[in-house]
């Protein structure tokens, strides 16, 4: 018995639109998860998740919609570990005092030491900015998404992409300055 | 402009989002503003920092043969894809077995199956042109209050002029016309004004005669009502609120039917 999944054609165009992604999706899993083993396995789901779905992606951009998908898993694996249920992190009140939904193992990469310091030291300055300001940075300044294309991914209004981003922008520049000083 | 309404617009300024009109009101603004071109130059700064910095961490190779191998062996083996080649660790794999948090994240997927369907794109694209149309400069192409102007206007333009009806004893002034795309196709706009609301009204010819009956949802803040009459699909997009939007909408069908 075939199933439209078995189609090779349609494998084939999956592979040339998502896979070249991997990296950008990677990289955003990393900075919702904190975790680089939660974040592998999420980025396999969600590139299985996105074949299933395939036919329901009508473009133009993909990574948006890969984002959407990467997001909905990461949010089922908030649930999981904090043993409560499904809750978008947008439902959270959008105040810097809000704890992030899941603080422990903030795991600093194997690989990091071998990075160039700057990069690790930034990235460790974004992981400590809460969510969902933490996650419109990323989309924006490191998946290069547009206003647009984040307010997609995230299923939020424009002008709610921009308040965060303002948001996060403010926050990152603090906890820089705090980091510079003696 | 004031400091207030340039705190946000600088940074789509720095980000290159802002349309040509509103950038040189935001530049305006800090030419005349030390702490506003400070925050821009702030801005700035770190934008850069942060794209120095190679911030994209590349997929492990292993992650990334392990999705390759899914992928055929999803096709070919069940509607289980994960029972194919198994997670490095289980932990995902309870939602993906089907379990209640399973359920409850498939309804996300639903949204965005939903976003994806063709009633849904193209009030997303109705919604993308409004936006646009709120652009310094792109709101309308034929700028009057008189339906006998903006009428006519459309004609030789579109295969079928979108009706225009002056509301402005209703509450809705009639500011002009403007020819748009949507689906790839052209397609009529007739523009109203509710305060300092803007209403899009779309027009497009359909193949269907039927009358629908209105419908009214909300897609990225804007409000959509959209129904069909006498072989024309009509969407109206403001942020004015769903009620206001629905009277007008109420009113132009009721001028529409009045008029033969
Ligand atoms: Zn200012």
């Not at chain 2, 530049?27 to 700064?45: K, S, V, Y």
Request: glycine share 6%; charged share 25%; aromatic share 6%.
């Amino acid at each position: 018995m075939t199933t439209p999944h078995d189609d090779p054609e349609r494998a084939r165009r999956f592979r040339e639109a998502a896979l070249p992604h991997l990296d950008d999706v990677y990289t955003l899993a990393r900075y919702l998860l904190r975790h680089q083993a939660d974040a592998e396995d999420a980025v396999q789901e969600c590139y299985l998740r996105a074949y299933k779905h395939f036919d329901t992606y009508r473009g133009p951009a993909i990574k948006p919609w890969l984002f959407a998908i990467l997001r909905n898993v990461c949010h089922a694996e908030f649930a999981r570990r904090a043993g409560a249920p499904v809750k978008a992190l947008d439902d959270a009140p959008e105040t810097t005092e809000q704890a992030p939904l899941w603080q422990d193992s903030v795991e600093t990469p194997e690989g990091a030491m071998l990075r160039q310091r700057d990069a690790s030291s930034i990235q460790r300055l974004i992981d400590t900015l809460t969510e969902p300001f933490r996650e419109t940075l990323v989309l924006r300044e490191i998946n290069n998404l547009s206003y647009r294309e984040i307010a997609e991914a995230a299923g939020v209004p424009v002008g709610t992409v921009m308040s965060r981003l303002a948001r996060a922008r403010a926050m990152l520049r603090a906890a820089w300055l705090a980091q510079e000083e003696p | 402009m004031t400091c207030d309404d340039a705190e946000i617009l600088i940074h789509a300024l720095a980000d290159g989002e802002l349309d040509a009109g509103h950038a040189r009101e935001v530049e305006a603004h800090i030419a005349a503003c030390p702490r506003c071109a400070a925050e821009l130059t702030a801005i700035r700064q770190m934008k850069q920092a942060l794209a120095g910095a190679d911030l994209i961490t590349k997929a492990p190779a292993a992650l990334r043969l392990r999705i390759e191998a899914a992928l055929p062996a999803a096709a070919a083996a069940s509607i289980t894809p994960l029972a194919a080649v198994p997670s490095r660790r289980t932990l995902l794999k309870g939602f993906a077995m089907g379990s209640a948090v399973s359920a409850l994240a498939a309804t996300g997927l639903v949204a965005i199956v939903l976003r994806n369907d063709d009633q849904q794109r193209i009030e997303a694209e109705i919604v993308s042109a409004h936006l646009r149309s709120l652009q310094a400069g792109h709101l309308t192409d034929v700028i009057s209050t008189d339906q006998h102007t903006v009428k006519p206007w459309f004609n030789g333009k579109l295969d079928v002029a979108p009706p225009v009806i002056d509301l402005t004893a209703q509450g809705f002034t009639l500011i002009g016309g403007r020819l748009d795309y949507v689906d790839a196709r052209p397609i009529g706009a007739v523009v109203y004004r509710r305060r300092q609301h803007v209403i899009n009204l779309f027009v497009a010819q359909t193949s269907s005669t039927a009358r629908r009956a209105s419908r009214l949802e909300t897609i990225q803040g804007f409000n959509i009502r959209s129904w069909r009459d006498r072989g024309l699909s009509y969407w109206a997009v403001s942020d004015i609120n769903p009620d206001e939007l629905n009277e007008f909408g109420e009113r132009f069908e009721r001028t529409m039917g009045g008029s033969g």
